[in-house]
């Protein structure tokens, strides 16, 4: 009768429900995995490009650090010792003044 009409459908629905929530389950592992998979690799990429980077940069760094770094270290301490009105500009007159490529 009606009841077991209503029992069938009620059963098949349930049935149906944990067909669904198990697809979703399914659904959420695979995309919790590639999110995961993605971001290892983006990591990976990061850390490449890193690397690129740093070993770009040594020249420069090495070239700021023999050429100009000693200059205006010098140059900042003169600022500190006479704490001039501008530093700025007294450090931009001291740097043009002590310009090691001039003399």
Request: aromatic share 8%; net charge neutral.
């Amino acid at each position: 009768g009606i009841n077991a009409e209503y029992g069938k459908q009620w059963y098949q629905r349930r049935v149906r429900e944990a067909v669904v929530s198990t697809q979703s389950t399914g659904e959420k592992k695979e995309t919790k995995r590639r999110k995961d998979e993605w971001a290892a690799r983006v990591k990976e990429v990061k850390e490449q490009e890193e690397e690129v980077l740093q070993a770009q940069s040594y020249p420069l760094r090495n070239y700021l650090m023999k050429h100009v770094m000693p200059t205006l270290n010098q140059g900042l301490i003169e600022v500190c010792k006479v704490r001039p009105e501008d530093a700025i500009d007294y450090l931009a007159e001291y740097l043009f003044e002590h310009n090691p490529q001039v003399d």
